[in-house]
């Protein structure tokens, strides 16, 4: 018999609710940024990035010894932008496309990170797992105050990230619009395409970062690019994309801790499963969906007159 | 003369190999210049190397009496349609915008005068009832004059266009012909790179055949002569102006 005086335990402990918060911040934070790479074509480039801080992170537990955040996010943010220089630099003088360049730098890159862990593994107290898959379920650990409350660390960075974020995306608008869609004409308008492009990239590498204790740097690819190129399934237009992305990022995330609770595994994994299962389900529908409006123009066309074309095939 | 865009000793190299070289090439204010040429004759390099968005190995580049840098916000290119992800979610109307964003400052953002301008230069090409279109949606023809209006809200001096006529029809053709008439009867400079040779002598009035080198450049009347097309093309040539259809049947055999 259940014994009444004991309260049921709720179904989410404070600790769920903090862990879902930290989640949700990263998947938003990456998702935005990750916006941007989607409609650049680049979102290798940003899964490149993700693993190539690695030797970022990794230089700077060897140099400081410590865990702090900010070396890390310096060393990562460096390492970030050297990235999308040597991948650009190898693409226009190594006479190889710039897809096997990225390939090659990145797993150099990312090799190099592991070798490097290993060895400040010896000196500082520090998992190489949890760097690759992320410790989403110890975030509520380790806490710091936060005008009075106890917050997780990686929700309060990731919740600055944000801020950040959602900042610089306000200002640069007008310039990430016209260099995503029209680099060269945007340069003749005076914008600095370069600056803006490292920018991108500088913002990639530290969202990485910030997110990577928490969902681990391989994970947080999911969530750089699932919600961008699931949004833009969706919509034709930018703005909408970009809030329709923030939903996703939001949605994935809750969906996909409440059902890592439920099956007891890992909340990281489950959070990327859900982008895929929502990105696969969005193109199944989209598709499905344009099927059917083609197949019903045609028999319209047919039963009517001819028409003029309404979609560029 | 003063010239709108003077080219002197202007060389460019792709990796190791020259694609323009030494090309000198003055152009009045005013004009309509074409520039033609065969393929890989170095035409949209040209343009690029004009505008400063290719290095130049060697030459200088003067624009309106001073630097591309200084004269920037007089200078419109229309790059080629080819060029971008027409898939990109955005309208019309907001491609047209982008005209306005070199005026706007670093954190200006266009408001209700820049729309209303906008608006106008959709109605000079005809396009007002595309405006909140999504660009995948237009076609061919709408996507190259959609183009132009957005170097028509920059209000330039002077018009850099790439293959403007690339895969239009005539009507198109002719509209946008009427825009760029309108243009010069209001003293601004049109260069554009154009491929066909049977519609130069019509539409412009200066002319800049290129093949990697210089081969003739000066109005039209001059320039424009058989020896000197024959030259450009060498054998490769397809179409003769002056409507030397015995020629081309000729040497169309090869």
């Not at chain 1, 650049?40 to 955040?69: E, K, N, Q, W």
């Amino acid at each position: 018999m259940i014994d009444p005086s004991i309260p049921p335990e709720p179904w989410l402990s404070n600790d769920d609710l903090w862990t879902m918060a930290t989640a949700v911040l990263a998947s938003v934070a990456c998702g935005l940024v990750g916006c941007w790479l989607v409609l650049r074509r680049l979102s290798l480039l940003g899964d490149a990035i993700s693993h190539a801080v690695l030797p970022g992170i990794a230089g700077a537990f060897l140099l400081t010894g410590t865990r702090d955040v900010l070396p890390m996010l310096t060393g990562a943010t460096v390492i970030g932008i050297a990235t999308a220089f040597i991948s650009s630099a190898l693409g226009r003088f190594g006479r190889v496309d710039r897809d096997a360049a990225l390939g090659v730098t990145f797993t150099s890159l990312f090799a190099l990170g592991v070798v490097m862990m290993s060895l400040a593994a010896r000196q500082v107290d520090l998992d190489p797992g949890c760097v690759l898959y992320g410790l989403l379920e110890f975030v509520p650990f380790d806490t710091v105050d936060l005008l009075g409350v106890q917050v997780p660390r990686a929700g309060a960075w990731l919740g600055g990230a944000l801020v950040i974020d959602v900042i610089l995306m306000m200002a640069f608008f007008k310039e990430l619009r016209a260099t995503s869609f029209d680099p060269a004409h945007a340069a003749t308008l005076g914008l600095r395409v370069g600056l803006v492009h490292l920018g991108l990239m500088a913002a990639v590498a530290a969202n990485t970062v910030v997110a990577f204790e928490a969902v681990g740097s391989i994970l947080v690819v999911a969530m750089l690019v699932a919600p961008g190129a699931t949004a833009r399934l969706w919509t034709d237009r930018l703005v909408p994309m970009l809030w329709l992305a923030s939903a996703i990022a939001v949605s994935t995330a809750i969906v996909g801790y409440l059902a890592a609770l439920e099956l007891n595994t890992s909340a990281a994994g489950m959070i990327a499963t859900m982008s895929m299962v929502g990105y696969l389900g969005s193109a199944g529908i989209v598709s499905a969906r344009g099927a059917l409006r083609r197949s019903a123009s045609r028999a319209s066309a047919v039963l009517t007159m001819p028409q003029p074309r309404s979609d560029r095939l | 003369m003063q010239e709108a865009l003077a080219l002197s000793g202007v060389s460019v190299a792709y990796r190791d190999e020259l694609v323009l070289e030494r090309i000198d090439a003055h152009i009045p204010v005013a004009s309509m210049c074409a520039i033609v040429g065969p393929n890989g004759a170095g035409k949209s390099t040209l343009i690029k190397a004009a505008l400063g968005l290719v290095p130049l190995v060697a030459g200088r580049v003067t624009v309106l009496g001073g630097t591309m840098a200084q004269r920037r916000a007089q200078v419109g290119y229309v790059p080629q349609r080819e060029s971008v992800d027409w898939e990109f979610p955005i309208s019309a109307l907001d491609v047209v915008l982008m005209g306005s964003y070199g005026r706007l400052g670093l954190l200006g953002r266009p408001g209700r005068t820049e729309r209303t301008q906008a608006m106008e230069c959709l109605e000079q090409v005809g396009l007002v009832a595309m405006a909140d279109r999504q660009i995948s949606q237009l076609s061919g023809g709408q996507q190259q004059r959609i183009f132009l209006a957005r170097a028509l809200m920059q209000r330039a001096q002077l018009y850099l266009m790439d293959e403007p006529f690339a895969g239009v029809d005539a009507v198109t053709e002719s509209a946008i012909m009427q825009v760029l008439d309108a243009l010069r009867r209001r003293g601004c400079t049109i260069v554009a790179v154009h491929h066909d040779l049977s519609t130069v002598r019509e539409c412009f009035d200066h002319v800049l055949l290129l093949n990697k080198r210089l081969i003739a450049a000066g109005p039209v009347a001059t320039a424009f002569t058989g020896d000197a097309i024959h030259r450009t093309y060498g054998g490769r040539l397809t179409v003769l102006p002056d409507a030397a259809y015995e020629s081309r049947t000729a040497s169309a055999g090869d």
